[in-house]
């Protein structure tokens, strides 16, 4: 009763008993125990009702379905806007932040506007390091959310009720729009999805509401939605890497120089397919580049120690020494005609 007070859950609860007490049974046993305790005392969970435009909230529904004749893994992306109950439905067959952020990309379009808050769980595409008080998030993701002026605000960690009104959704679009049929392409099942989107999720009179979703949210909601930005969040394709010691890291099998205090230490790099940006960990870029073909270097050293090559690198340096005087100059050409490139460090 301590532990559970002090918000351990089961598993820990088992592990802390084993480890201090030796306890001898298995995990079951504790988490039917705590199972009887939180019946015996349940927590109270507070309903939280939004303004029209304040906030959506997002979440994925996975399941198996028949597309193309096979039977596939299939990730729904559900956008509920949490005052009208509103939504929009995307099947993906990813999870990745570019899927995600295009998922939001299209219900802000199909919505004509964008709330204030957008409300997620903590997955990956979304959230790097859960923390509800100072979550460390994906930087496509935060980009995303600044382009389109959103405020991203993750839920506490295993915590599905302070997203109850997508994950309802989600069982409701699953039994109503996509249990017992099968499609001949995934492009097919997005388009099954917004003729069932309008012509019955937004028909339907809302349990919670009594208002009918589609009218409701003509009539009240979208119009204070905020403004959509004018152009299309750019597409671009970014990973986290580690500095070398030569200060390059490498990005698609080419390899791009950043600063010399960046060494060792770990940075985000971006490219849109033509330029490759380099940012450090409060995402303030350091380097640009000019993208590289594979297994070429942004800047090395030549074979003489310089920046250039050894051509360029001996014609510096006898041009440096008849700077001194005339006869200088006729020293060092004649220095680098008798011994050729081994006279370029006499010259230094």
């Known amino acids: 009763e301590e532990k ?4 351990l859950d089961g598993k820990r609860i088992w592990e802390d008993l084993v480890a201090e007490r030796g306890f ?18 349940p927590q109270r969970v507070w309903r939280v009702e939004c303004g029209p435009g304040e906030e959506a909230q997002v979440d994925y529904g996975t399941l198996w379905s028949r597309v193309g004749g096979k039977r596939r893994k299939i990730h729904v992306l559900r956008v509920t806007l949490s005052h009208s109950r509103k939504g929009y439905t995307e099947a993906m067959a990813r999870q990745d932040t570019e899927s995600f952020v295009r998922g939001l990309e299209n219900a802000f379009r199909h919505f004509g506007g964008v709330p204030q808050v957008l409300v997620l769980d903590n997955l990956k595409a979304g959230v790097l390091k859960a923390d509800f008080y100072d979550p460390e998030l994906n930087p496509k993701f935060e980009s995303f959310c600044a382009h389109y002026g959103v405020t991203p605000m993750p839920t506490r960690p295993r915590t599905p009720q302070h997203k ?4 309802s959704n989600i069982r409701y679009v699953k039994n109503s729009a996509l249990k017992g049929r099968e499609f ?4 097919a099942l997005n388009q099954h999805l917004r003729h069932w989107e309008s012509h019955t999720a937004d028909r339907r009179i809302h349990g919670t509401t009594r208002k009918q979703v589609g009218a409701h949210f003509e009539a009240v909601e979208k119009p204070a939605l905020g403004d959509l930005a004018p152009d299309l969040f750019a597409s671009f394709v970014e990973a986290r890497r580690r500095v070398h010691r030569d200060c390059h890291v490498e990005f698609e099998k080419a390899y791009y120089e950043v600063p010399v205090e960046y060494m060792a230490r770990e940075v985000w790099v971006r490219s849109d397919g033509r330029m490759v940006r380099i940012f450090n960990r409060h995402m303030e870029q350091i380097a640009a580049h000019v993208k590289l073909e ?10 003489g120690g310089g920046k250039d090559d050894l051509a360029q690198t001996t014609r510096h340096w006898t041009r440096r020494a008849a700077e001194i005087g005339p006869e200088t100059g006729r020293w060092a050409k004649a220095l680098v005609e008798r011994r050729g490139a081994a006279g370029v460090r006499v010259l230094m």
């Open 4 to 7: 559970l007070a002090a918000g």
């Open 24 to 41: 001898g049974q298995r995990y079951a046993s504790v988490k039917r125990f705590v199972r009887k305790l939180r019946a015996r005392d």
């Open 164 to 167: 109850g009104k997508v994950e």
């Open 184 to 187: 001949d392409s995934l492009a």
């Open 294 to 303: 594979a297994g070429a270097f942004s800047k090395v050293l030549g074979c």
